[in-house]
């Protein structure tokens, strides 16, 4: 299975998210702020991103595009609750961040698998 690096300032969002992808045998590093997610995959690379957009110290576009430079095959997936403005609008700039997929925090949690089994099949 796969060895995912979720980065999200929400620490039960993180949690969850954690729960869910263990359940399916994958190996889970969670980071709370772009900085921090960053730093960890130096460390440790990962064979998949998942980064919250909206977060403090460093927020996901930046940390997309750090990632980017530094680590051009990189897998992201870029997810978003809104904000100010609707999930939506985040995550149709997203798409030009050269992310593998995006979906809304308000997910059903197989909106998230379904992504996550399309890039590493059992």
């Known amino acids: 299975m796969a060895k995912i690096l979720v980065i999200d300032d929400e620490k039960i969002v ?35 991103i998942i980064t919250d957009i909206i977060m ?4 996901g576009f930046e940390t997309i595009k750090d990632l980017n430079n530094e680590f051009p095959d990189a897998k992201i997936v870029a997810m978003s609750g809104g904000g100010k403005n609707s999930s939506e609008n985040y995550l149709d700039i997203a798409k030009k961040f ?15 698998l379904k992504i996550v089994r399309k890039l590493f099949p059992k």
């Open 14 to 48: 993180r949690m969850a998210i954690t729960h869910k992808l263990k359940k399916e045998g994958h190996e889970v590093i969670e980071a709370e702020d772009g900085e921090e997610g960053i730093e960890k995959y130096r460390e440790d690379p990962a064979d998949l």
């Open 56 to 59: 403090p110290n460093k927020e």
């Open 98 to 112: 050269n992310v593998v997929d995006v979906f809304e925090k308000s997910f059903e949690w197989e909106e998230m």
